[in-house]
């Protein structure tokens, strides 16, 4: 039974130079686990709290020493020395400790630094891989690693919103190992940046995410670049390479009407709207493809989708399993997009990812727009069997080191990449 010895925490910055949190976990065993935090820009509303020192004249309010200060001192005093059975009883104590339901008084930051560095301490312990490690936690054996969905393209809340939608995506359809799929990318990468290089005469200028950002008249013209770059890259749209789009519409909803660019459009005419994508673009998954609040239109839309696109929820859903019933018993999505800050503790995401494999449903692992050169992302996307994982684009350490951690992963275990339906 791993106990923990100490814990001491560290305020760093994140890929947009913000801070976020950092926890170390020593066990009784000298065995160390370190992990650190991401944090999202186009934030869900039932998303677990991040705690923010909120003073303006540091980190615009953003400063984590109040976060970082509970790991240090009333975490720290209330768990070491105690005999845990594992992760659950474990993360069932943090979310005690806290008290609150969005994890709003320690702080989902501090709270899932220690629930990660704890897990990376304990695989050190068993003296086993993380994947490893998060596989047992699921009861699960790795049998695959995820494919990756890579942002090509950028909008919204994470470029300068030149356009409403978020994320165009590249899925490398046809690639066999996470190798072949990297590379495929690389190629459809380059072939957009020339391409948009010449289409706006700017400079490729990456988002947050490292996707390119030039100023696209519409959301169309983005999916029509990135199917293009596809073919300027000799490999065939919807064959070899497919779309994904995150349409983040949550962001982009007032007064029940989706505003996207010139377009006021009702629920109706958006689900028509992202139906005529399908039939244009080889787009193969549609992510909050309606707002988290338009309940009552997601089963239409998911049912419009169906046998052709996935209707992934993310900030829908917020990786809340109470909010994944929902959607499971309104038939309101069909994907998961699993995003273990949104929750606050690995327990809890775990019983997330759990309950949308009760219901068939795909479960794509994700990484936020601001993150950490931490790779545990990567362990999580095998050991909990993720059909994607979404990290961002093939550039920036931040997203690189995921990138670099399934490499090393492929290389030890041999496994293939899971089968795109
Ligand atoms: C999303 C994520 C990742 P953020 O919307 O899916 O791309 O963004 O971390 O800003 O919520
Ligand atoms: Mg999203």
Redesign the pocket.
């Known amino acids: 039974m791993p106990v923990i010895q100490n814990l001491c925490a560290l305020e760093i910055l994140d890929s947009r130079g913000r801070p976020t949190v950092q926890a170390e976990c020593t066990l009784a065993t000298g065995h160390v686990g370190i992990a650190s935090v991401?944090?999202?820009?186009?934030?869900g509303s039932a998303e677990a709290i991040e705690l923010r020192d909120g003073d303006p004249a540091r980190y615009r309010g953003l400063g984590c020493q109040r976060a970082v200060g509970h790991v240090r001192n009333e975490i720290r005093r209330a768990l070491a020395g105690r005999n845990f059975v594992g992760q659950a009883d474990l993360d069932r104590a943090l979310a005690d400790l806290d008290g609150t339901t969005s994890k709003a008084r320690l702080g989902a930051n501090a709270l899932l630094a220690v629930s990660l560095a704890y897990a990376r301490a304990c695989a050190a312990q068993l003296g086993i891989p993380l994947y490893q490690h998060f596989a047992d936690l699921l009861g699960q054996t790795p049998r695959s690693l995820p494919r990756p969905t890579i942002?090509l393209f950028s909008g919204g809340?994470?470029a300068g919103g030149q356009v409403p939608i978020?994320?165009v995506l590249v899925v490398p359809a046809s690639a066999r190992t996470m190798d072949e799929a990297l590379a495929m990318t690389f190629a459809v990468y380059q072939a957009a940046a020339d391409l948009t290089a010449r289409n706006y005469s700017a400079r490729p200028l990456r988002a947050?995410?490292g996707g390119l950002a030039p100023p696209f008249p519409s959301a169309e013209a983005m999916i029509a670049d990135a199917a293009e770059a596809i073919r300027r890259a000799g490999l065939r749209p919807g064959h070899d390479v497919a779309l994904a789009v995150?349409v983040?519409s949550t962001h982009f909803y007032q007064n029940g009407r989706y505003l996207l660019g010139p377009e006021s459009l009702d629920s109706p005419e958006m689900i028509h709207h992202l139906v005529q994508w399908l039939d244009l673009y080889p787009i193969v998954s549609i992510?909050?493809g309606l707002a988290e609040e338009d309940w009552e239109h997601w089963p239409i839309l998911c049912a419009r989708l169906a046998g052709r696109a996935l209707a992934l929820g993310?900030?829908l859903l917020c990786t809340n399993p109470a909010r994944i019933r929902r959607a499971i018993d309104a038939k309101a999505a069909t994907a998961l997009?699993l995003?273990v800050n949104q929750v606050g503790t690995l327990t809890e995401a775990g019983e997330a990812c759990r309950l949308a494999r009760s219901a068939a449903w795909h479960v794509t692992v994700?990484?936020?727009?601001?993150e950490t050169e931490d790779s545990w992302l990567a362990d999580l996307a095998v050991g909990w069997a993720g059909n994607q994982i979404?990290v961002?684009s093939i550039t920036q350490s931040e997203r690189l080191a995921k990138y670099n951690r399934l490499l090393a992963i492929e290389a030890e275990t041999g496994l293939p990449l899971v089968q795109w339906p």
């Not at 991401?38 to 934030?43: K, W």
């Not at 994700?366 to 601001?370: I, K, L």
């Open positions: 991401p944090s999202g820009a186009s934030t942002n809340k994470h978020q994320d947050d995410e995150d983040a992510e909050d993310d900030d997009l995003k994700s990484a936020r727009s601001g979404k961002g």
